[in-house]
């Protein structure tokens, strides 16, 4: 995690530990650097008059030639561990007692050099031993640096700690000062959290003071508040639109319903009166047809073919809205099967006509097995019935791959349709071709497309004209069986 | 004849050989007394002014011969001349600050008896002379002179001795104290 992504509490809590910690390190820096140099004009002052005093009391051995008392006498410095070693000196400048820290590896000067201090890897003194204003001799003592470095480490100590606990002081400080500043932001910050995760509006921040932050609360919480309203108008307007989408749909499906059953009654009613009008005229023409002349009993044919294709008409349109108001009864189908019975059927009806058929097998699909013979009585018929005038008619019925899933098509070489048109293919009692030409209802087309959008398919088709038409459709129930 | 001298030869060298290690004794004794100054406190009264000399008595046998002037020539002691004297009674005596006695017995008894009262540091070498009542004996340790003091002694006479040359010597007291 980096710095800047801490959270403001820890960024303020650091900052007055940064500066807290620079302090009193900068504090510490300054006292230790005055303390050790006040400690090395100790050390020196300390070496000083301990020389002083060994020079002093090695006096009456050095007048009266008696080293062994003066080596009694130096030996007496063992008792400051930091001298290691000390000569004594007679007038003519010849070693006369000494004194050496059993550690000690240097040896001492055979002759002493001048008076004076001499700091280097050692701290040296040489000075003069004074009898009633005489001098009698000349003392050397060396000392070592370890009272300084013992103090050193001793006082590190010390400051590491003030370092520590002046850094545990600023953090506990600083963790409970943060809180008047930082809670409000704190606290705006989880209020925002909530709100962005629970999309609760309804939250506000608690305001503690009149200052930038109380201000900052407020407008947040005038931002909510305006968020809210906004918010609840547009669920309102939402769920108004919902009521109206459903009142809108009912409406149009009891229409809808009204219509299926009104053009079902229609069609049912119609048929009465219709076989009414082509009985008689049956009647009629075998009863009477002798007495009619030419015309009248031409007349009396268009009568009744009119009525046979009314018939027609009313049993396509009763047999669609069977289609819509039905239920569906899905099962495992043949489709070659149910297309050689059509075909059989076909054949039957025009037992005259050579034409090349090719079906695949075996074509499963799962669909309801009537709805699906309507589809291919619809289908194979339109096939039969467009390719009547070419002297080599051909109907081909299988199963391709069309973008990733399985197509069915049955493709003829028939008359075709102009592309252009495509759109109205599907179209109720819209026909491409004159009656006179290919005879038909206008009907077939329309309930094929319902009974495959029934079943969650499409269905579409490719032509030319003169070229024949090729019908895709798909029944994504269809399950393949190897 | 070359016998006879070579015989006189030889005696003249041990006498003389005998002579150097008596002097060298006396010399280091003469040096000794000249620092006793140096670590002895005289009252106020008994020193005088700068130009009053220290004086370093003899009495009775001086065994120094001219050693002593030898030492002591052009020597001052914290800015007093020093200057030797010799005594034929102890109760000349008495002005000295440091005084040698020469004496055994009796004749010892009798001088320090004469010098009682008086601030003046007595040195012998004597067996008895501590006992006698003197102050500083001269001995011989491990062929080195050194010597004892009755500090006891020196006090009576309203002298201090420094710690320091205490500290040398070896401490007595007379007998019967």
Redesign the interface.
């Known amino acids: 995690m980096r710095l800047r992504d801490l959270s403001i509490k820890w960024k303020f809590v650091v900052t007055i530990m940064i500066v807290c910690v620079s302090a009193i390190l900068a504090s510490v820096a300054v006292l230790f650097a005055f303390e050790y140099s006040a400690m090395e004009a100790l050390l020196e002052r300390d070496l000083e008059s301990i020389s002083r005093v060994s020079a002093?009391?090695c006096?009456?051995?050095l007048?009266?030639?008696?080293p062994q008392?003066a080596n009694d006498?130096l030996s007496a410095l063992s008792a400051k561990p930091a001298i290691e070693a000390a000569g004594l000196y007679d007038k003519e400048g010849r070693l006369f007692a000494s004194y050496r820290r059993a550690d000690d590896k240097n040896t001492l000067p055979e002759r002493p050099g001048s008076d004076g201090l001499e700091k280097a890897s050692h701290l040296t003194l040489i000075g003069p031993v004074m009898?009633?204003?005489?001098r009698i001799g000349t003392i050397y003592v060396r000392s070592d640096f370890s009272t300084l470095s013992n103090w050193i480490g001793a006082s590190a100590w010390v400051f590491a700690g003030v370092v520590l606990a002046t850094a545990l002081a600023a953090l506990l400080l600083s963790s409970l000062l943060q809180k008047p500043f930082l809670a409000p932001i704190v606290e705006l910050a989880d209020i925002a959290r909530q709100v962005s995760a629970k999309k609760d509006y309804s939250l506000r921040a608690a305001k503690h003071a009149e200052d930038e932050l109380g201000l900052l609360v407020e407008k947040f919480n005038e931002m909510l508040a305006q968020i809210q309203t906004r918010d609840s108008a547009l669920e309102q307007a939402r769920d108004e639109l919902e009521v109206r989408v459903q009142e809108r749909t009912r409406d149009l499906q009891e229409t809808n319903k009204e219509l299926e059953a009104f053009s079902y009654s229609v069609a049912h009613d119609l048929r009465a009166p219709l076989r009414g009008i082509d009985g008689f005229s049956q009647v009629l023409l075998e009863d009477y047809g002798p007495r009619l002349d030419e015309t009248g009993q031409e007349h009396l044919q268009r009568v009744r073919s009119a009525t046979q294709r009314m018939a027609q008409l009313l049993d396509d349109l009763l047999s669609r809205s069977k289609v819509t108001r039905s239920t569906l009864r899905p099962s495992q189908v043949d489709l070659h099967e149910l297309a050689n019975a059509v075909l059989a059927d076909l054949r039957r009806q025009n037992p005259e006509r050579q034409v090349e058929v090719t079906v695949d097998a075996p074509l499963i699909a799962k669909g309801d097995p009537g709805l699906l013979r309507i589809v291919l009585d619809n289908l194979l018929g339109n096939a039969w019935k467009f390719t009547s005038k070419k002297e080599r008619a051909r109907i081909e019925f299988g199963k391709t791959q069309a973008d990733g899933a399985s197509v069915f098509f049955l493709r003829d070489n028939g008359a075709g349709f102009d592309m252009a048109y495509a759109a109205k293919l599907f179209t109720v009692f819209h026909r491409l071709h004159k009656a006179s030409d290919f005879p038909g209802t206008g009907v077939g087309l329309a309930t094929v497309q319902r009974i495959v959008q029934r079943h969650g398919g499409r269905i579409w088709a490719e032509s030319a004209l003169e070229q024949g038409t090729t019908f895709y459709f798909t029944l994504p129930n269809a399950e393949e069986r190897p | 004849m070359r016998f006879r001298m070579a015989i006189l030869v030889f005696f003249l060298c041990a006498w003389v050989s005998a002579y150097a290690e008596d002097s060298l004794e006396y010399k280091?004794k003469a040096g000794?007394l000249l620092?006793f100054i140096?670590?002895a406190e005289w009252p106020a009264a008994a020193l005088g002014d700068k130009d009053t000399p220290i004086v370093i008595g003899v009495l009775g046998d001086n065994p120094f011969g001219p050693l002593l002037e030898k030492t002591v020539q052009n020597r001052e002691?914290?800015?007093h001349k020093v200057s030797v004297r010799k005594y034929k009674q102890a109760k000349d005596a008495r002005e000295a600050h440091v005084l040698f006695i020469g004496m055994k017995g009796e004749q010892l008894a009798g001088a320090l008896k004469a010098l009682e009262g008086s601030p003046t540091l007595t040195v012998g070498e004597s067996d008895a002379f501590i006992d006698a009542g003197g102050m500083v004996r001269f001995v011989i340790r491990d062929e080195?002179v050194?010597f004892e003091i009755n500090p006891a002694s020196a006090k009576k006479a309203g002298l201090k001795i420094?710690a320091?040359?205490l500290?040398?010597a070896k401490i007595v007291g007379a007998k019967g104290e």
Request: glycine share 10%.
């Open positions: 002093s009391n006096t009456a051995a007048t009266f030639d008696d008392a006498t009898l009633k204003q005489e | 280091v000794f620092n140096k670590f002691v914290d800015g080195k050194g420094g320091q040359l500290r040398l």
